[in-house]
T-cell receptor, first 114, second 114 residues
């Protein structure tokens, strides 16, 4: 009965590698998000897609690219990983962005770049 | 640029106390404001969402209020319990379609002592 799932839960990789984190929601939501939470626990939104259309696109390096193959999936691909990319990445979803729509979060993916 | 501030960063109270968590924002043209709870090592759980046209929302022992003109929201927790110990974050949505902004505060870490 998982609502928002992310894989993998932990990811350890070396600098310069390319990696992807997958997110899936089975709530029938139209909007999905990617967040980054740094070592100081500060949470910042990176992207938001509504019906596969990008609606929030914060200033993040071009090395980060979201991919939404369908409404239920929003994957995050990261090229040329750097030490500063180490963080916990959360996926979330909601019925919409503008409205009384609460967000549901996944369990997070802890990325460690060595 | 929207800035969301939560002060203090940490709070410790004895069990049974009623308490108020504060959230302030600089841009009052928000669409909604949402309060979340985050337990250590977990994702966020939505607690309450207040639309810009609303003044407050209630759920059980929680009551969130919104005063757009003064740029403030409060989360009131009645009869606090040790299980309320967690980090509480607020997030303000400035909705402008494709360039929407969702800004989080840094959170207040609450500890309720038995």
């Amino acid at each position: 009965d998982t609502a928002v799932s992310q894989t993998p839960k932990y990811l350890v990789t070396q600098m310069g590698n390319d990696k992807s984190i997958k997110c899936e929601q089975n709530l029938g939501h139209d909007t999905m998000y990617w967040y980054k939470q740094d070592s100081k626990k500060f949470l910042k939104i990176m992207f938001s897609y509504n019906n596969k259309e990008l609606i929030i696109n914060e200033t993040v390096p071009n090395r980060f690219s979201p991919k939404s193959p369908d409404k239920a999936h929003l994957n995050l691909h990261i090229n040329s990983l750097e030490l500063g990319d180490s963080a916990v990445y959360f996926c979330a979803s909601s019925h919409g962005l503008a409205g009384p729509y609460e967000q549901y979060f996944g369990p997070g993916t802890r990325l460690t770049v060595t | 640029k929207q800035e969301v501030t939560q002060i203090p960063a940490a709070l410790s109270v004895p069990e049974g106390e009623n308490l108020v968590l504060n959230c302030s924002f600089t841009d009052s043209a928000i669409y909604n404001l949402q309060w979340f709870r985050q337990d250590p090592g977990k994702g966020l759980t939505s607690l309450l969402l207040i639309q810009s046209s609303q003044r407050e929302q209630t759920s059980g022992r929680l009551n969130a209020s919104l005063d757009k003109s003064s740029g403030r929201s409060t989360l009131y927790i009645a009869a606090s319990q040790p299980g309320d110990s967690a980090t509480y974050l607020c997030a303000a949505l400035n909705y402008t379609g494709a360039n929407s902004k969702l800004t989080f505060g840094k959170g207040i870490t609450l500890s309720v002592r038995p």
